[in-house]
């Protein structure tokens, strides 16, 4: 933030809160980021579910 | 499993909203998170998590075992959005503040119950399982009613485990080390030290 003072004397500041063009640059890299592709998670939950059911089985074995 | 509380299921767990019962206070209170890093998840669950439900702050699930209805974890959720380059300009002689600004939703809290895992050591790594099955679909539902872009959050635990697991298995991203800086210092929620800002489209 960059301070100064007014004609009433009152503090103002002005909000430069990031440089424009590193802020720019931020929501770009987040806007233009591929949304992942869920398949390998999916296989990998599938995965995981099917080792938890078979624990359940031994269990009650 | 109580049917009419239930949000959504799968073959192992079934997910719910925090509803305050003896047994769901019972089961928060007995509800532990081993790591150092889960101590702020752990006390927001047990000190915070329903005021902001009954608020509408956030929404907090709590994931049970489909057949014994042991706590298995919980996660928060609720809407923000990133905002950025916020800058004074002139617009019709008349100087205003504007930012440009990403809608998304906010994984504000997800943490499994070390007591389940130490039970069920087959569900080690369930996060995973409830990220893609329950977290996922309820971003999914929202992004089908209103305008959300990313699903975001603030992984603790920078040198650890937690922050490589996000971005590895979760398929979270990070920002470039100057842009995540600035970032941080404006958006990072004050309990959360030595957090991480990650996100990914949905």
Known sequence: MIGGLDMAGRVTYTLTDIP?????KIIDQIRESD????????EKVQAMKRRILAAEKREKE | MKKSSVVNHNEVFYCEHLVLT???????????????????LLEYLQNNAY????????????VRDMITDELVAFFGLKTGMVSQN??????????????????????????????????NPASKGCGLIIFNDFILPICEQAKQLVGCEILY?????EKGKLLDRYLNEYNFARLDPES??????RLRPYFDKGCVFIYQKI
């Open chain 2, 180 to 185: 995540e800086a600035k970032v941080q210092d």
């Open chain 2, 153 to 157: 959050g603030f992984s603790v635990d």
């Open chain 2, 86 to 119: 916020e800058r004074a300009v002139k617009i019709d002689n008349e100087e205003r503040i504007v930012f440009d600004m990403i809608s998304g939703i906010e994984l504000a809290e997800l943490a499994v119950n070390d007591i389940y895992i130490r039970h």
């Open chain 1, 20 to 24: 424009g063009e590193l802020g720019t």
């Open chain 2, 22 to 40: 003896r047994k769901t206070m019972q089961d928060i209170d007995d509800f532990r998170v081993t790591n150092s890093e889960g101590k702020g």
């Open chain 1, 35 to 42: 949304k992942p592709s869920r398949k390998e998670m999916e």
């Open chain 2, 51 to 62: 005021h902001d439900e009954k608020l509408g702050a956030q929404r907090i699930y709590l």
